[in-house]
């Protein structure tokens, strides 16, 4: 059984379509919050990993 990759499925007009499509369904003044919660997300996600969560209070345990 071949694996796929999503990219290598989508070419360049099955892009600019769904570009499109997010930009319908969004609006051109949503996407920049949508990349931003996103890109907060991501960044709590990491600290979460690293234990930078951890109030400056508490010692932090390594295991």
Do not use: C, H, Y
Not at 11 to 28: K, N, V, Y
Request: glycine share 16%; net charge positive; aromatic share 4%.
């Amino acid at each position: 059984m071949n694996s796929f990759t999503i990219a290598a499925i989508l070419g360049g007009p099955e892009m600019i379509i769904l570009g499109i499509a997010i930009l319908l369904l969004f609006g051109g003044k949503k996407i920049p919050e949508l990349m931003k919660g996103l890109g907060k997300g991501i960044k709590e996600f990491k600290d979460g990993q690293d234990g930078k969560d951890v109030p400056a209070t508490e010692p932090v345990k390594k295991v």
